[in-house]
């Protein structure tokens, strides 16, 4: 179900881009001011149906560049679904952020794919399905990351898309 805003909501979000806030920052403040809890992806698309642009950022200095550089230079591990306890549980992200690799072959059910480094040193294994929605199995009953580690998550794997073209 979509949500709907209201015309001073979506004059707000206007203002906010034009302001020169980033989709994360988009959404706190649809979270803080008005209540309303948008995925990072469909506040993307909000930006886009309100024919909005959101600004450059300074070139090499942006937060989604930083964690981009970080999570090169990880090795490639391949993260599969399953019960026991991910490969690399406990080792530290890179520099205490979160680190996103795409599969090169997706899962099975899945549109695409990959493995996660979160910031606390747990892996996982993420997919997103045909309908937006993202799984993410750490191997570890009730393991849930950070709201900064997500937002994280979601601004490097939009970030990993858009550079392969999606």
Same mark, same amino acid.
């Given at each position: ?28 403040? *649809? ?33 989604? *560049? ?101």
């Amino acid at each position: 179900m979509a949500i709907q805003l209201t015309d001073v909501q979506k004059k707000a979000v206007g203002e906010w881009t034009r302001e020169g806030m980033g989709l994360g920052d988009i959404q706190r403040r *649809l979270k803080e001011d008005f209540g309303i809890s948008m995925a990072f992806i469909d506040v993307r698309f909000l930006v886009l149906d309100l024919s909005l642009k959101i600004q450059d950022k300074a070139v090499g200095e942006s937060a989604d *560049l930083k964690i981009g550089k970080a999570a090169q230079t990880q090795p490639k591990q391949d993260g599969l679904f399953s019960g026991a306890a991910p490969a690399g549980a406990g080792e530290p992200g890179p520099e205490g952020g979160v680190s996103v690799e795409i599969d090169r072959i997706k899962k099975p059910g899945a549109m695409i794919s990959g493995s996660v480094m979160f910031s606390d040193g747990v892996k996982a294994s993420w997919a997103l399905d045909q309908y937006g929605r993202v799984a993410i199995d750490a191997g570890q009953p009730g393991y849930r990351p950070t709201e900064e580690d997500l937002m994280a998550f979601q601004r490097e794997v939009a970030s990993k898309l858009q550079a392969q073209g999606y």
